[in-house]
């Protein structure tokens, strides 16, 4: 899908005599032995956020032929001035890349960044890189509202089938879903996956209930067993443990998850997960220090560069002709012929938008038929209540 990015600017300096250099030279970067690689996470391997990225960057290890020694982890780092002093050891110890995973970290990234002009930040979910100033301050995102989309059809095919045999009602085929806090980031996802989920199930409905956090076992898990007592007969999810799966497993409700494959925590009721490569981007922006080469300012990428997924589909519980269902959607995604946010497929208060525009930009989101997600920068945008969702806070 093609982008219309913020351009970066240089992204190369030069650094102290302490430390490994880039070339005076733009374009030389700096060798491979010379690299050192900072990451800051919000949590760690046993959250699936956190576990994502740090699948993405042991395949960003793998494909550079990087040693261990070279990539400086820090787990557990909260959206507070931690952050910051987790950022400024990085850069002290000779990190000349830093990667912050947390929506909530990027005022002190920033801060980091100007501080440190010579090395390179890269913040996942964030918006102020571009307005910043800052040569050496980069957002990253994917399109995680296709994987969304893609694991909605997956979702909605279900719920067909239990139409079929009289499990569910046609009229009270309705869909609950955790979400993490009432940002762009989560309405964009959660009506991604419902018009996937409508595109195959017409009569669906959801609910969406906030736990204003993004990763609590026991809130996820709360609201997941809420919304089954409403009345919701599939859950999805826009939070990062296995709570809301642990619920759906116990109560005999399908689910789908998000970062990471839930059968092992649901092995009857998981149906996929919708899933980021992180991989992708940071190779990419790796390799971008390694070249001396510009990194931009926003970077987002979908099906077409490989950078998001639905994971392994649960053979026990997904609907028959999934499969076949989820490659033709894919590629349908992948080459442009299907938008996610077609305005044909939703309305709002029984209306269709041919326009939008928000936070007093004069950017113009719907032309040609359909909401242009992640393509004016890299976070999401999407903030609108369609008909068919509610919302109910925790």
């Known amino acids: 899908m093609k982008k219309a990015l913020a351009i970066g600017l240089?992204?190369?300096?030069?650094?102290?005599?302490?430390?490994?250099?880039?070339?005076?030279?733009?374009?030389?970067?700096i060798a491979k032995e010379d690299l050192k690689v900072g990451v800051i996470y919000?949590?760690?391997?046993?959250?699936?956020?956190?576990?994502?990225?740090m699948?993405?960057?042991?395949?960003?290890?793998?494909?550079?032929?990087?040693?261990?020694?070279?990539?400086?982890?820090?787990t557990l780092i909260g959206e507070d001035e931690g952050c910051y002093d987790a950022a400024a050891d990085l850069a002290d110890q000779g990190c000349q890349i830093i990667f912050a995973n947390?929506?909530?970290?990027?005022?002190?990234?920033?801060?980091?960044?100007?501080?440190?002009?010579?090395?390179?930040?890269?913040?996942?979910?964030?918006?102020?890189?571009?307005?910043?100033?800052?040569?050496?301050m980069h957002n990253y995102f994917t399109n995680i509202y296709e994987a969304r989309y893609v694991s909605g059809v997956v979702a909605g095919l279900k719920l067909n089938e239990m139409i079929e045999d009289g499990t569910v009602k046609e009229d009270a085929c309705k869909m609950g879903y955790v979400g993490a806090f009432p940002y762009a980031?989560?309405?964009?996802?959660?009506?991604?996956?419902?018009?996937?989920?409508k595109s195959v199930c017409p009569s669906v409905t959801m609910e969406v209930k906030y736990t204003n956090s993004w990763a609590s076992f026991d809130l996820e898990k709360e609201c997941a067993d809420a919304l089954i007592?409403?009345?919701?007969?599939?859950?999805?999810?826009?939070?990062?443990?296995?709570?809301?799966?642990?619920?759906?497993?116990?109560?005999?409700?399908?689910?789908?998850?998000?970062?990471?494959?839930?059968?092992?925590?649901?092995?009857?009721?998981?149906?996929?997960?919708a899933s980021n490569n992180w991989g992708i981007y940071m190779t990419y922006a790796v390799q971008s220090v390694l070249d001396g080469t510009e990194i931009p300012a926003d970077w987002c990428k979908g099906f077409s560069d490989g950078a998001v997924l639905v994971t392994e589909l649960n053979d026990k519980a997904v609907a028959p002709g999934t499969k076949e269902k989820v490659e033709e959607v894919e590629a349908k995604l992948a080459s442009g012929e299907l938008h996610v946010f077609d305005t044909s497929t939703w309305t709002v208060n029984g209306e269709t938008l041919d326009t939008y525009k928000k936070d007093g930009?004069?950017?113009?989101?719907?032309?040609?038929?359909?909401?242009?997600?992640?393509?004016?920068?890299?976070?999401?945008?999407?903030?609108?209540?369609?008909?068919?969702?509610?919302?109910?806070?925790?």
């Open 185 to 197: 980031e989560v309405i964009s996802g959660y009506t991604a996956f419902y018009l996937g989920a």
């Open 42 to 53: 919000i949590g760690d391997e046993n959250e699936g956020y956190t576990a994502a990225h």
């Open 229 to 273: 007592s409403d009345g919701c007969v599939l859950i999805s999810q826009h939070a990062d443990t296995t709570g809301a799966p642990t619920a759906c497993e116990a109560a005999g409700v399908p689910c789908v998850g998000y970062n990471i494959s839930m059968i092992a925590t649901a092995p009857d009721q998981a149906l996929t997960s």
């Open 10 to 29: 240089a992204a190369v300096m030069a650094v102290s005599m302490s430390a490994p250099v880039f070339a005076e030279d733009e374009g030389k970067g």
């Open 102 to 136: 947390s929506f909530g970290h990027e005022t002190y990234i920033l801060e980091a960044a100007g501080e440190y002009p010579e090395v390179q930040f890269c913040h996942a979910t964030g918006t102020q890189a571009a307005s910043s100033g800052l040569s050496n």
């Open 55 to 74: 699948k993405g960057i042991d395949e960003m290890e793998e494909k550079l032929g990087l040693d261990d020694s070279q990539i400086i982890e820090k």
């Open 361 to 394: 930009s004069d950017i113009e989101y719907i032309s040609d038929g359909y909401f242009h997600e992640s393509e004016f920068a890299s976070a999401p945008a999407f903030d609108i209540l369609i008909d068919g969702i509610t919302t109910i806070d925790n």
